[in-house]
């Protein structure tokens, strides 16, 4: 069954309209630079966590990071939604491109990893062996994925085959 | 004048790019822009980081602790400045008549100089032995025009597709923000 019925209805409703045609630039432009904004918060602190579980200032114990948090949680709620009115916007362009469901995949395991990571730092001593072992490898595979999910998702706009249904 | 400088600027520019070659191979471009959007997450992760420490976020850390973040965001600067000069030196009439690109190098002119002011006037509060917990007043408006001035930058950053010069017809204004060729 092809999706392409969707597509053309959803490519139809007000809302991808707005997105795609509207002349403001609070339409297309400003939903892509609240994208960017909400892609250095959530990727931003979250690299910065993983860099501090790898060494970079010692001094700020790892607990305290969590204060920062309710940020990177804001850039990612502020991602969620934003992206959703991309995708309304241009739902064939995304939706058609395997490159779209890698960059989701990287994004969800690094939020995965994220709420582990902050599960082993409020459950205690992360400076166990054990434990800082574990963040350690959380805290590698963290930025990898949001590296991956980064450049995927600037890669959408050269690997697309199709633009509207 | 400034004018002239531009016009002058891009041919230079067009005349000698040494990487516009390169920078037009299939997927130099791409690869760039993927460097400097990781760039940016550096940048605005550690230099965000400490802003947010500054007003107040994260109070019981020693600030001097969380300015040890600080060479990654500058490491993720100069990722950007490289990958930015990059995009300029291959279409340099795509960003030296651009308005978003003008505003962008204000942007990052503020950024730059309060950073400046923040090191030439609260060094001694923030890391000096004397330090307290919570930064003076005058840092915490240095940090929130910081948060600001780079929030600008980004914006700016992703609007330039939006304001690509056309052809002048009878322009003015201080700075040319159409292409006159």
């Given at each position: 069954m092809s999706i392409d019925p969707f597509l053309v209805w959803l490519e139809s409703t007000a809302l991808s309209e707005w997105v795609v045609?509207?002349?403001?630039?609070?339409a297309f432009p400003g939903i892509l630079a609240l994208h960017a904004i909400g892609m250095g918060l959530a990727a931003g602190l979250a690299a910065v966590l993983d860099l501090r579980i790898l060494?970079?200032?010692?001094?700020?114990?790892?607990?305290?990071?969590?204060?920062?948090q309710p940020v990177l949680w804001g850039g990612f709620w502020l991602n969620a939604v934003s992206g959703v009115l991309l995708l309304v916007g241009y739902p064939t362009k995304a939706l058609t491109n395997p490159v779209f469901y890698l960059k989701l995949l990287l994004i969800a395991v690094a939020m995965v990893l994220f709420v582990r990571i902050d599960r082993l730092i409020r459950s205690?001593?992360?400076?166990?062996p054990a434990t800082a072992r574990s963040l350690r490898r959380l805290a590698i595979t963290s930025l990898v994925c949001w590296s991956g999910a980064i450049t995927a998702g600037r890669l959408l706009a050269y690997t697309y085959h199709r633009l509207r249904a | 004048m400034l004018h002239a400088g531009q016009i002058w600027l891009v041919a230079a520019i067009e005349q000698h790019s040494p990487v516009a070659t390169l920078m037009r191979t299939h997927w130099a471009w791409p690869i760039a822009e993927s460097l400097h959007f990781l760039g940016l997450c550096l940048l605005v992760g550690a230099i965000g980081s400490f802003d947010l420490r500054l007003l107040g976020?994260?109070?019981?850390?020693p600030i001097a602790a969380v300015h040890r973040l600080i060479p990654w965001g500058i490491l993720g600067f100069a990722i950007n400045a490289s990958t930015g000069l990059l995009f300029l030196l291959t279409e340099p009439d795509q960003y030296i008549y651009n308005p978003s690109f003008h505003f962008k190098l204000l942007a990052l002119g503020i950024a730059g100089a309060n950073a400046g002011l923040f090191y030439l006037s609260s060094f001694r509060q923030v890391?000096?032995?004397?330090?307290?917990?919570d930064a003076p007043r005058r840092a915490k408006v240095i940090a929130l025009v910081s948060l600001c001035a780079w929030m600008t930058v980004i914006v700016c950053g992703r609007m330039l597709t939006f304001y690509r010069p056309g052809p002048c017809v009878g322009q003015s204004g201080v700075l040319l923000t159409c292409d006159p060729k």
């Open positions: 045609g509207s002349p403001s630039m609070l060494g970079v200032a010692r001094g700020v114990p790892l607990v305290e990071f969590r204060r920062f205690g001593d992360a400076t166990a | 976020v994260a109070r019981r850390v890391f000096g032995p004397a330090a307290e917990l």
